[in-house]
């Protein structure tokens, strides 16, 4: 079971920049994927950012590319959701996810139905 846990959200305004942490205690090598979704209210949930544990590529949306990256230490079980030039767009809750499903191919790793673990998310509000 891996539990995952959000931090690392809050108030800034725009143009200015946050880092989402996300700690996976019981991270193992059977996590293939880590990924970042928002979901603002009245809005559908968007992947924004996701990580293939194993071979270190990653995916953006068109939404956030050049603006936010994502990264992971695995030696200290923690992804990271780095954002630059935020927006009042950007504001939504932020939830971390894992995959632990060996996949030979997908079209695409910011699909919300590919995650099997999720955290309780992280608020990010961005004024303007």
């Known amino acids: 079971q891996v539990q995952l846990a959000e931090s690392g959200g809050g108030p800034v305004q725009a143009g200015g920049s946050l880092r989402l942490s996300c700690a996976a205690p019981?991270?193992?090598?059977?996590?293939?994927?880590m990924g970042w979704f928002r979901q603002a209210p009245g809005k559908e949930r968007e992947g924004v950012a996701a990580l293939s544990t194993h071979h270190g590529s990653t995916a953006y949306s068109d939404s956030v590319e050049g603006r936010f990256t994502i990264s992971q230490d695995k030696g200290a079980n923690t992804l990271y959701l780095q954002m630059n030039s935020l927006k009042p767009e950007d504001t939504a809750m932020y939830f971390c996810a894992a995959d632990s499903t060996a996949r030979p191919t997908i079209p695409s790793m910011l699909q919300g139905w590919l995650y099997n673990y999720w955290g309780q998310g992280t608020q990010v509000t961005v004024s303007s």
């Open positions: 019981g991270y193992t090598s059977n996590i293939y994927r």
